[in-house]
């Protein structure tokens, strides 16, 4: 069956420090990738998306991620974190018409 | 354009009484989805519909119905609500090409008891 795993349910770092989350997924070919973030009582906002080409995609607000088709991983990143990046993550695949997100990574961010 | 509304955006419901939660959206789009956001699992996907007339199952469909009798509007049933669909509902909608980015109504907060 299809499926998107963000294994960190929550990661802290420390303001200016760097940020990693991991999302994999499970389809049967490459689908297109998504992060959304979402802040406390908001909707969700597209960070980035990729669809072919160019497996180092860049994104809103000094985001970016990687896709790794041998891994089937899709790990977003951002070099130094600021305290208004706390919020939660979401990965999403599309592949068709059905869209599937992830379990959400919640991000804090340390003074 | 209001891109998508959802109403109500909140409801107490009776464990078995019933409800539509509508979704409308203005922007021709041919795809909408109906998600749960539950705390701690994510967006859920309970029905999906890639254009009028067609509709099909997501992850969690037991429940809920749905219907896409034009493009605009995409409702959501819940014929005997139950404690476990209390939860928060997104509806979303986006043109299917890809490059389309998804918009998101402001959600319907559901609690039944």
């Known amino acids: 069956a299809q499926s998107v795993t963000q294994p960190d349910i929550h990661i802290t770092v420390s303001e200016g420090a760097s940020l990693e989350l991991r999302c994999n997924y499970s389809y049967g070919a490459t689908p297109y990738l998504f992060w959304y973030v979402q802040s406390p009582g908001q909707g969700l906002q597209l960070l980035l998306k990729?669809?072919?080409?160019?497996?180092l995609v860049q994104g809103i607000k000094g985001f970016e991620a990687e896709f790794k088709r041998s891994q089937s991983s899709f790990n977003l990143r951002k070099p130094s974190v600021h305290w208004s990046d706390a919020a939660e993550y979401f990965c999403?695949?599309?592949?068709?018409?059905?869209?599937?997100f992830g379990q959400g990574t919640e991000l804090s961010v340390k003074p | 354009n209001a891109g998508v509304t959802q109403t109500p955006k909140f409801r107490i419901l009776k464990i078995g009484q019933s409800m539509t939660l509508q979704c409308a959206q203005d922007m021709n789009h041919n795809y909408m989805y109906w998600y749960r956001q539950d705390p701690g699992m994510g967006l859920k996907l309970i029905y999906y519909?890639?254009?009028?007339?067609?509709?099909d199952k997501g992850e969690v469909p037991n429940g809920y119905n749905v219907s896409r009798s034009t493009t605009e509007d995409f409702p959501l049933r819940l014929e005997l609500a139950a404690p476990s669909q209390t939860s928060v509902y997104f509806c979303a909608s986006t043109q299917g090409d890809g490059n389309s980015p998804l918009h998101f109504g402001n959600g319907t907060r559901l609690t039944v008891t």
């Open positions: 519909s890639v254009g009028a007339g067609i509709t």
């Open positions: 990729y669809f072919s080409g160019d497996t």
């Open positions: 999403a695949v599309k592949q068709g018409g059905k869209l599937i």
